[in-house]
């Protein structure tokens, strides 16, 4: 019995020492966890209830050179409900008021808001959805209702923000416009302006601490920001709107007519290469079109005839022969290393001048005149199209600019065709925009100016950045050629290609164009033509440059030539400038005074003068006059649309806090 006790007391010390051990190493993790381990258990608890998110900056605006709006960021809210937040007696006291006020402003029973109140409460719900796609007036409201107007915490508002990209005058310009498109994993992408003045536009991010209240919810720990999101610059476009609609409307029209693949339109103004009007649209399955691709940036190509204009400019700077040199066109074909340059009229043209060869399009004339003169040569020509750029992009802000082809004599693919095939367009190639930029060259006697998409970066009314006309070539060639080149080019709308174009009220030149495109694929097989018109208007003192290029129109009726199918278009767009729109203004009686008048400024006037710490009524009022008028009180502004004021983001008769924004809502 001793023995047997003696050996139960040695389990027990056993027992014993053992939890004295476990006691020991419990009380050693505690304090390893305490004070060596603590900071990182204690921000890991942090991290899975406190996180810190980011609130995107509204983007700047895009505007157009006529101040319209082309690009806007709008804040667009959605308002949840922590039911759990408020006491009970705060609930039942706001609810019936808060759920009338919602009915009104949304269209909504008041008796269905509060069923779902008091069932959100009841199921303990932190998150309930009141409502999505408000605008800034309508959060405003909403903010404002009974127990919302309390808080986060006291009365359960949950706001959450996120900024939505419009385009006001809807898809015209749209890729020329671009976007910005931010990838799951962080990265960004994108076209046009948008993305080439990105560092402008989109402002510095803000930061607001949200705490964890279930399952992939939070909602914010307090009602200010962390750090408060600053607004990106405005950027002004060259685009002009009038011009832009005109030139959209034009290439549409045609493209719908041709039953054509793909076109494009760039309307540049000549002195200072701003662009003030490019469309792009390509043909969508079901027949309709739209902004697709950038062809007249992107879209690189044999430009055919409207690249004769090089020959000609090189002929006449080397004084190889003059415009009144004549040629034989040899019933229309002349054969160069067995192969055919033939011209578009059957038989030819019998002798005719160089002028009248390039007035009437003529590839043998062409052909005859740089390979009889550069033959020994190629190198004197060739390096004249590289002195004028068009071996090179013309490096555009926006991105995808298509890069440029000139042959070399030195490349291991020249051969005994090259040079006669360059010089009616072939086994070249170029982009829309670089052959319009050359073209502009000649009609800005002889300075080429660098294309420009934006003229001016900016904050409210304070010039951030200017940009300037940017020189290519201060002289791309002799005045004398240049006047050569300008007759020629004029002749080819009174008496040449372009002659179904003319009109004696109204002075165009240019160049005509039709190119066969992938002759050389599957045989020939996907061969179809690009019909292009390029020049400038007026003709006596050119103020914009245009170039018109149309892919794949419907040959069925055997109607493809670019004065048939582009250069309606140039005609079009060049008359709504200047002819359909004219200038009659005429002031008969300027001391004449117009009583409507008087009282809008008598009105204005009394807006002005009332107590700047109120915050005044300019519903009706024209927006250039509501801005100047909010900004004489030194409060900032935000426009969203064109017109006169529909509706201001603080009610009038408010307190005027200086240090806010008032957004204003024109239509």
């Known amino acids: 019995m001793a023995v047997e006790d003696k050996h139960i007391s040695y389990r027990i010390y056993l027992v014993a020492f053992a939890i004295f051990l476990m006691a020991i190493a419990i009380a050693v993790k505690l304090t390893n966890i305490q004070w060596v381990e603590g900071d990182y258990y204690r921000k890991l608890a942090k991290d899975r209830t406190v996180k810190n998110f980011i609130i995107p900056a509204n983007k700047g605006n895009i505007y157009s050179a006529d101040g319209s709006l082309l690009a806007t960021s709008i804040p667009n809210y959605e308002i949840r409900f922590d039911a759990v937040a408020p006491k009970s007696n705060t609930f039942e006291k706001n609810i019936k008021p808060l ?49 919302f107007n309390l808080g986060t915490y006291k009365g359960g508002i949950i706001v959450e923000q996120e900024t939505v990209r419009e385009h006001p005058i809807g898809k015209i310009a749209e890729r020329t416009i671009g976007y910005e498109r931010r990838n799951p994993n962080g990265d960004s992408n994108g076209k046009g302006i948008e993305w080439a003045y990105r560092r402008y536009l989109n402002g510095k991010d803000g930061k607001i601490v949200k705490q964890k209240i279930s399952k992939g919810q939070w909602k914010p720990i307090r009602d200010v920001n962390e750090i408060d999101p600053q607004d990106g610059y405005d950027v002004i476009s060259t685009i002009n709107v009038f011009i832009q609609d005109i030139a959209h409307h034009a290439l549409l029209k045609q493209l719908e007519e041709y039953q054509a693949d ?40 044999e430009p055919g005839s409207t690249y004769k204009l090089v020959d000609l400019m090189i002929l006449l700077e080397d004084k190889k022969i003059d415009t009144s040199t004549v040629f034989d066109t040899q019933g229309g074909i002349i054969m160069y290393s067995g192969k055919a340059v033939r011209d578009s009229h059957k038989g030819g043209y019998g002798k005719i001048s160089l002028a009248r060869g390039f007035e009437l399009s003529s590839n043998t004339v062409m052909v005859q005149a740089v390979y009889d003169n550069y033959k020994n040569n190629p190198s004197q020509f060739v390096n004249h199209i590289n002195d004028y750029g068009l071996n090179k992009a013309l490096g555009l802000s926006i ?28 086994g070249v190639s170029i982009t829309p925009l670089q052959t319009l930029t050359f073209y502009n060259a000649v009609a800005n006697n002889g300075e080429m100016v660098k294309p420009q998409f934006v003229s001016e970066i900016k904050e409210w009314n304070r010039t951030i950045k200017k940009y300037d006309k940017e020189v290519i070539n201060p002289k791309i060639c002799s005045q004398e050629t240049i006047l050569k080149l300008k007759a020629v080019m004029l002749n080819v709308v009174k008496k040449g290609t372009g002659s179904k174009l003319y009109s004696k009220d109204f002075s165009m030149a240019g160049k005509t164009g039709t190119a066969q495109v992938n002759y050389a694929r599957n045989g020939g097989a996907e061969k179809y033509y690009a019909s292009s018109f ?10 914009y ?45 300027i001391s004449r005074k117009i009583q409507k008048q008087e009282n809008d400024y008598g009105n204005y006037e009394k807006l002005q003068n009332l107590q700047t710490s109120i915050v005044p009524n300019v519903k009706g009022m024209s927006g250039m006059d509501a801005v100047s008028l909010f900004g004489n009180l030194g409060v900032k502004v935000k426009i969203i649309g064109i017109g006169k004021v529909k509706k201001q983001s603080i009610q009038p008769g408010e307190n005027l806090d200086k240090n806010t924004t008032i957004i204003l809502e024109l239509s």
């Open 399 to 426: 991105k995808g600019e298509g890069m440029p082809s000139v042959p070399q004599p030195t490349d291991k693919n020249w051969s005994n065709i090259s040079l006669p095939w360059m010089a009616f367009g072939y």
């Open 545 to 589: 440059s245009c170039i018109v290029v149309v892919h794949k129109p419907n040959t069925a009726n055997n109607n493809y030539y670019g004065a048939d199918v582009a250069g309606p278009v140039f005609k079009r767009i060049a008359q709504k400038i200047f002819t359909d729109t004219p200038s009659t203004n005429e002031i008969k009686n």
């Open 99 to 147: 759920s009338d006020s919602l009915a009104l402003l949304l269209g909504r029973p008041s008796s269905l808001f509060l069923n779902e109140f008091r069932k959100a409460r009841a199921n303990k719900n932190r998150y309930y959805l009141v409502a999505r796609d408000l605008s800034y007036t309508e959060f405003v409201k909403i903010k404002s209702f009974p127990l």
């Open 534 to 543: 390029v020049g400038y208007f007026p003709a006596e003192n050119p103020k």
């Open 262 to 301: 793909h076109g494009c339109v760039v309307v540049m103004e000549t002195k200072t290469g701003h662009i003030k009007a490019i469309s792009n649209l390509g043909r969508a399955t079901d027949g309709s079109y739209y902004e697709t691709t950038n062809y007249a940036v992107a879209e690189s190509h």
